[in-house]
């Protein structure tokens, strides 16, 4: 294989098109255009993140209310069938 033929080679082509792209890629992280723009999409995920979690806890307290109302009710209406029984 010559000199040529090596640079023709597939892997060959896909190494050096790699090597670009990454450092391309790196150039266009550290610019700070990008850099801002990523860290306002991670501010509002993370925004998204805690309003889900609230969200899910105030859903936790509400079963949390509604299973104890069904057993006050259900123990109540036990306790008044068993003493109207007797």
Do not use: H, P
């Amino acid at each position: 294989m010559n000199f040529i033929g090596f640079f023709r080679s597939a892997k060959v082509l896909s190494f050096i098109g790699g090597v670009a792209a990454a450092t391309v890629g790196i150039k266009i992280l550290k610019s700070d255009i990008v850099r801002k723009g990523v860290v306002k999409v991670l501010a509002k995920g993370m925004k998204v993140q805690q309003d889900a979690m609230s969200a899910f806890e105030a859903m936790k307290e509400e079963a949390q209310d509604l299973c104890y109302e069904a057993q006050q009710q259900a123990g109540g209406a036990g306790e008044a069938n068993g003493s109207a029984d007797a």
